[in-house]
Each structure stands twice: as C-alpha cells, then as structure tokens.
C-alpha cells in the first residue's frame, strides 16, 4: 500500500496528542478541528497569512480551542459530582502565570463567565492584571506568592470594588499583616492557609512539593494560625485551604496521595473549629505531550479521571467525620491554554551528511589509511559488515589523530571522511532486516540537520531547559512519505539551539531525528511545534536578540475564519531598547564612521547611504530571516 495521510498520521500519533483538535486530512494537511463542524487546513491558513502580511515563525492562537478546554474542565467535574452526590460545588481559577499575554486572558474570563472561572496571581503585577480584568460575578482572585503590605492592602481595598479576593498565607509572617491592615481598612478579609505536604509529586516540577518546598504553612504553624484567629475572634476569616503539589504530574496516584493528605488537613481544620468553605488543590492537572502516557511529558489519566478523583477522595474523607463538603477549587492552567497555540516555522535549508557515492577512485588515494578505508567500502556485504563495520569506527578515530598530529593532510581527511558517510549509507541500504540494532545506530548517525526560523530559547524554552517533549511535525505534504530523518536546529548561534528529541508511531518509540520530507528548490516546507500554549511565550528569553514571533489569534466559522487580533512581533528595534541601546544614538554612531570613513577614502557617498538604509531597514526589521522581496 502506498503512503497515505492515515499513515502520516500514525507516524506522529497526532490522533494521541491532538485530543481531536488537530488531525491529518485527506489532502495531506494538518487541519484544527475545535468543533466538527468547525475546520480549518493549517497549511492554507499559514498562506493566507503571510500573504497579509504576517511574517514566519508565527505563533497561531485558537480560541475556540480555549473554549473547548475550559468547558471540558467544568463538564467533568460536574459529572462527578453527579455521579458521586457531592454536596459541594466547584469553581476554577486559570493561573496567570502560565501565559499572561493580555488577549488570551481576556478570552479565559469570557468563555469561564458561564462557570465563575476566576483567576489565581502569584504576584502583585498578576494582582493588578486580576483586579482590572475579573468582573465576573463570585469568580475568586486567589492571592498566592510573596506578599508586602501593599500586595494585601490592595487585595483588601479591592474587595470594596466587588472582586472577590482571597489571601492566601504562603507564609507564617503573611497572617500578621493580613490581620493589621484588615483592622487598619476596616476590611473583613478573606484567608486561606497554604499548607506544605508530605506527599510528593513526580517529572521536572517535583521541587515544588514535599516537606521543604518553597511555600506554605507546615502543620504545627497551621494549628498556632487557627489559634490565633480564634484569639482574635476572627477564625471565620479562615475560609480556604490550599495546596499544590507542582505542574504536569504525569502519574494520578501522585494526584491521589496529595489528595489524601490535603483532604486530611481540611477536615482536621474544620473540626479545630473553623469552618472552611473552599479546598483550593492547587494545579498539577497534565497535558499528554507525547501521547505515550508513560512520561513526564505525558499523563495516564484524563480530565475526567481526574475529576472523579478529587471529588471521590475529599467526599470520602469529609464523610468520615460528617464535614460538610466544600467548593473545589483547581488552579489548572496548562490544561486550559497549552493545546490552544501553535508554532509554524518555514525550514531554511539542511546539513546532510549521507553519501550515495565517492567522487573519487582507489588510484586517486595517496594514503594508506585512505586505501583501506576504500577497500572496505568496496568490499563490504552481507557477510562481513559487522567485522568491516566495526574497521571503520577504528580508523574514523585513527583518521582525527593522524591529520591532529600533521600525518594526513586536509585533502586526505576530506576522502576519508567522505568515505566514511559512504559506507555508513552503503550499510545501511541492506543491513535492515539482518541486525536491525544496527541499522537504527546508523539511521541516528545519518541523520540530517533542518535549520528552521525560529528560536528554540525564544519560543520553545521548555524544550531547551527541561527536556520537554513538543509534538512537532510537518503541516503538508502528508500523503507521501518522509524518507529524511533529521533534527531540528534554530537559528541562534548556540550548540543547545536545537531538538533532537521526538517521539513517533503507535509504539510512542523516543528518538533522536524525526521524519521529514525532502527539501525542493523554490518549494517552502513548512512545520509546527504544538501544544505550545503554557509558559514557553513568558518564558522565552532574547538569546542572540531573538524576540517575540508575530502572533494571530483565530477564530474558526462554519465557512472559515476570522483573524480576531494580530500581534506584531519583536522589531531589533524593540529588542535592543530593552536593553538600553537608543536608536538615535546607534543610527549616529554609524553616520558618524561612516562621515569619517568617506573622508578616508575608505567609503564611497553610494556606500555610505546603502549601508545606512540598511542599517535603519535592520533596525525597524524583524529579528528572524525573510524571503528577499
């Protein structure tokens, strides 16, 4: 059977990943797909725009998929409670932190409205971003992080503008404050206590739980704060209990083991005497990156798994003692915002390294260690390619020792090195079904190398730091078969600027390349990193002045779409001006050279005013590489 686009499909395991918002179409494209009646071809999508003008790399934007995940969220909790009777309700919060970018939160509290989504900050910027944005009616601002007192004094005054703030203390100090500006604003506050676990997570954010994690209340100070507030008669002050046991928790046993314990502190509180009305489990929900379900970057439960967890355990735990059940918060924004953006970035051109041939004969080698590595190129077969291989692998280190010590010659290295490609590719052309093993070994080392327009520590820093897993794959061409296998280098000029982690097919095989199609003169190949909506635009940094992609968001119509907004990306201009450098002072500075070097006679008039407009054109430019006009 030919190549199709259900084998591409299964290839990528977009089916695992995609959650159905994203699948491969019949004519070879990677279409989104929020609703099934709502469909947009990705590829056409990226002509469109930059047809109008929006410049590759360009970070996509799917609100309707914002849309989706944050009904899903509310949907399964509420089954739960159906299913299980919980007497208590349920109410998020989408934590700023996990992308504050002004339009998608804006579209995080109009599509939550209808389910009292409400916003967590971990900061006072967040706090103000909060206090500006949330009108939903008894959506709570859930006040986390570091406080001083204006942190709380504003957290309080804003309860007299109606937002529903709550304070919760990450730390012993943070009650006495809380207390003494309440009394100073004349403000009843709204407190919760954070309390540190026991219990453990697992993957890259474990740090962020246990006994000696950064935040929260240990249980002897829990019990001198209650004692407090029951001193100063104002224990009804105490309506939340929160904990977090850190992002992305790929194992729901994790899940469950917090939240016994933290149920356990809620009911051990409310029979203390006070009468919390909120159990914040603070987030962790995952999002299935790879779609093996047995990684960090993957998950081997769902939403609904999820769900029936959190409400059967603190049900459970609350019924023993006859505790009334209270409100469940979540603070899950990764689930809600990751699956709703994506990266598409044009490849520029590629690094192979295989060799079908040699320029060259066995007469035109004048070394010895030359000579015999043509020999085994010449002579290796079926039957001897394993002793010839390993010979190879001997003399392609005997080869960097004899031209370090001055006994080859650089004409000599370039045959042998030459030589060495050709027969790794010759091997490989026949050794698959005789030591697969090895014919993997030399796949890895054939691989090729894809330069793509984008920056890996600008817009993909999880990758670069955390060895996070993005699904990554090409948005066309899918009905025929990708026989390159490469990795994926950015443009920054830094040997970490690169992917070379993938995972693909239905076995979820880990690897270091990834399949791709041929690269064709004039023809633009064009891929997408997904999932990319948590964290990495707020955590991209300015490696070589590399800024801000621009950015669309979309909104997919029964017959199309709409561009909703668009958001210009980083000009070298804005870049440099976050580091202090004034574009008056650098264009002067260049007028200046080249005045002097004009009367040197170093400089024509006609090269000084092209190297000018130049400069300027670079200045108001873009940080990454455009196709010439």
Same mark, same amino acid.
């Given at each position: 059977?030919?190549?199709?686009?259900?084998?591409?499909?299964?290839?990528?395991?977009?089916?695992?990943?995609?959650?159905?918002?994203? $699948?491969?179409?019949?004519?070879?494209?990677?279409?989104?797909?929020?609703?099934?009646?709502?469909?947009?071809?990705?590829?056409?999508?990226?002509?469109?725009?930059?047809?109008?003008?929006?410049?590759?790399?360009?970070?996509?934007?799917?609100?309707?998929?914002?849309?989706?995940?944050?009904?899903?969220?509310?949907?399964?909790?509420?089954?739960?409670?159906?299913?299980?009777?919980?007497?208590?309700?349920?109410?998020?919060?989408?934590?700023?932190?996990?992308?504050?970018?002004?339009?998608?939160?804006?579209?995080?509290?109009?599509?939550?409205?209808?389910?009292?989504?409400?916003? #967590?900050?971990?900061?006072?910027?967040?706090?103000?971003?909060?206090?500006?944005?949330?009108?939903?009616?008894?959506?709570?601002?859930?006040?986390?992080?570091?406080?001083?007192? #204006?942190?709380?004094?504003?957290?309080?005054?804003?309860? +007299?503008?109606?937002?529903?703030?709550?304070?919760?203390? =990450?730390?012993?100090?943070?009650? =006495?404050?809380?207390?003494?500006?309440?009394?100073?604003?004349?403000?009843?506050?709204?407190?919760?206590?954070?309390?540190?676990?026991?219990?453990?997570?697992?993957?890259?954010?474990?740090?962020?739980?246990?006994? +000696?994690? $950064?935040?929260?209340?240990?249980?002897?100070?829990?019990?001198?704060?209650?004692?407090?507030?029951?001193?100063?008669?104002?224990?009804?002050?105490?309506?939340?209990?929160?904990?977090?046991?850190?992002?992305?928790?790929?194992?729901?046993?994790?899940?469950?083991?917090?939240?016994?314990?933290?149920?356990?502190?809620?009911?051990?509180?409310?029979?203390?005497?006070?009468?919390?009305?909120? *159990?914040?489990?603070?987030?962790?929900?995952?999002?299935?990156?790879?779609?093996?379900?047995?990684?960090?970057?993957?998950?081997?439960?769902?939403?609904?798994?999820?769900?029936?967890?959190?409400?059967?355990?603190?049900?459970?735990?609350?019924?023993?003692?006859?505790?009334?059940?209270?409100?469940?918060?979540?603070?899950?924004?990764?689930?809600?915002?990751?699956?709703?953006?994506?990266?598409?970035?044009?490849?520029?051109?590629?690094? +192979?390294?295989?060799?079908?041939?040699?320029?060259?004969?066995?007469?035109?080698?004048?070394?010895?260690?030359?000579?015999?590595?043509? #020999?085994?190129?010449?002579?290796?077969?079926?039957?001897?390619?394993?002793?010839?291989?390993?010979?190879?692998?001997?003399?392609?280190?005997?080869?960097?020792?004899?031209?370090?010590?001055?006994?080859?010659?650089?004409?000599?290295?370039?045959?042998?090195?030459?030589?060495?490609?050709?027969?790794?590719?010759?091997?490989?052309?026949?050794? +698959?079904?005789? =030591?697969?093993? *090895?014919?993997?070994?030399?796949?890895?080392?054939?691989?090729?190398?894809?330069?793509?327009?984008?920056?890996?520590?600008?817009?993909?820093?999880?990758?670069?730091?955390?060895?996070?897993?993005?699904?990554?794959?090409?948005?066309?061409?899918?009905?025929?078969?990708?026989?390159?296998?490469?990795?994926?280098?950015?443009?920054?000029?830094?040997?970490?600027?690169?992917?070379?982690?993938?995972?693909?097919?239905?076995?979820?095989?880990?690897?270091?390349?990834?399949?791709?199609?041929?690269? $064709?003169?004039?023809?633009?190949?064009?891929?997408?990193?997904?999932?990319?909506?948590?964290?990495?635009?707020?955590?991209?940094?300015?490696?070589?002045?590399?800024?801000?992609?621009?950015?669309?968001?979309?909104?997919?119509?029964?017959?199309?779409?709409?561009?909703?907004?668009?958001?210009?990306?980083?000009?070298?201009?804005?870049?440099?001006?976050?580091?202090?450098?004034?574009?008056?002072? *650098?264009?002067?500075?260049?007028?200046?050279?080249?005045?002097?070097?004009?009367?040197?006679? $170093? *400089?024509?008039?006609?090269?000084?005013?092209?190297?000018?407009?130049?400069? #300027?054109?670079?200045?108001?430019?873009?940080?990454?590489?455009?196709?010439?006009?």
């Amino acid at each position: 059977m030919s190549w199709n686009y259900k084998k591409s499909a299964e290839l990528y395991g977009i089916k695992h990943w995609g959650k159905g918002y994203f $699948k491969v179409s019949e004519n070879g494209c990677v279409e989104v797909n929020p609703e099934p009646k709502k469909c947009l071809n990705l590829y056409e999508l990226t002509q469109d725009l930059i047809e109008r003008g929006i410049r590759s790399p360009l970070l996509v934007r799917f609100p309707d998929i914002v849309k989706k995940r944050v009904e899903l969220l509310s949907q399964c909790f509420s089954n739960a409670i159906e299913e299980y009777n919980y007497k208590g309700g349920y109410a998020g919060v989408y934590p700023i932190k996990v992308n504050q970018q002004r339009h998608l939160v804006h579209e995080i509290i109009k599509f939550g409205a209808n389910h009292q989504l409400g916003l #967590e900050c971990g900061s006072k910027p967040e706090l103000l971003v909060a206090l500006s944005l949330m009108t939903t009616p008894d959506a709570h601002i859930i006040c986390n992080g570091f406080k001083d007192i #204006e942190y709380i004094e504003t957290a309080l005054l804003a309860q +007299k503008l109606g937002r529903n703030t709550i304070i919760v203390v =990450d730390r012993m100090v943070e009650l =006495d404050l809380i207390l003494e500006a309440s009394k100073k604003l004349n403000v009843k506050p709204h407190i919760g206590f954070r309390s540190k676990l026991s219990s453990k997570g697992s993957g890259k954010w474990i740090e962020s739980s246990g006994a +000696k994690s $950064k935040f929260g209340l240990t249980p002897s100070e829990m019990v001198k704060g209650v004692e407090k507030l029951k001193q100063l008669g104002q224990l009804e002050c105490l309506e939340l209990l929160h904990f977090h046991i850190g992002s992305q928790i790929p194992s729901i046993q994790d899940i469950k083991s917090s939240m016994k314990e933290g149920a356990q502190f809620f009911r051990e509180l409310n029979l203390m005497g006070a009468h919390i009305k909120y *159990l914040d489990v603070g987030g962790g929900l995952g999002v299935d990156y790879d779609g093996s379900g047995s990684s960090y970057s993957s998950t081997n439960y769902n939403v609904q798994e999820y769900a029936n967890d959190v409400i059967s355990i603190v049900q459970s735990i609350c019924d023993e003692k006859n505790i009334a059940h209270p409100q469940i918060i979540t603070e899950s924004g990764r689930s809600l915002v990751a699956h709703s953006s994506v990266l598409i970035f044009d490849v520029l051109g590629n690094n +192979k390294v295989a060799k079908e041939d040699v320029s060259f004969s066995q007469k035109e080698c004048d070394s010895r260690i030359v000579q015999e590595m043509y #020999e085994i190129y010449t002579g290796i077969n079926t039957k001897n390619f394993n002793e010839f291989y390993n010979d190879l692998i001997e003399k392609k280190r005997d080869i960097l020792q004899m031209f370090t010590y001055g006994v080859l010659n650089l004409q000599q290295r370039a045959q042998a090195e030459d030589l060495y490609w050709a027969t790794l590719t010759k091997i490989q052309s026949f050794v +698959k079904d005789i =030591d697969e093993d *090895l014919y993997w070994k030399i796949k890895k080392t054939l691989s090729e190398t894809y330069f793509c327009n984008f920056s890996v520590f600008q817009s993909l820093p999880d990758s670069w730091a955390i060895g996070q897993y993005f699904p990554i794959m090409p948005i066309h061409k899918l009905n025929e078969k990708p026989n390159n296998q490469a990795t994926i280098a950015d443009l920054t000029c830094d040997s970490d600027g690169k992917i070379d982690k993938f995972v693909e097919g239905e076995n979820f095989e880990k690897q270091k390349y990834l399949d791709v199609h041929e690269l $064709k003169e004039g023809q633009t190949y064009f891929m997408a990193a997904f999932l990319t909506g948590a964290y990495q635009e707020i955590l991209g940094d300015l490696h070589n002045l590399f800024g801000d992609t621009d950015t669309v968001h979309i909104s997919i119509t029964d017959k199309g779409y709409t561009v909703d907004h668009v958001v210009e990306g980083d000009s070298v201009e804005n870049v440099l001006s976050y580091l202090a450098y004034n574009k008056s002072v *650098l264009l002067e500075n260049i007028r200046l050279a080249s005045e002097n070097s004009i009367a040197a006679g $170093k *400089l024509t008039r006609q090269e000084s005013r092209l190297l000018m407009r130049h400069y #300027e054109k670079g200045l108001s430019g873009y940080t990454y590489l455009q196709e010439t006009e």
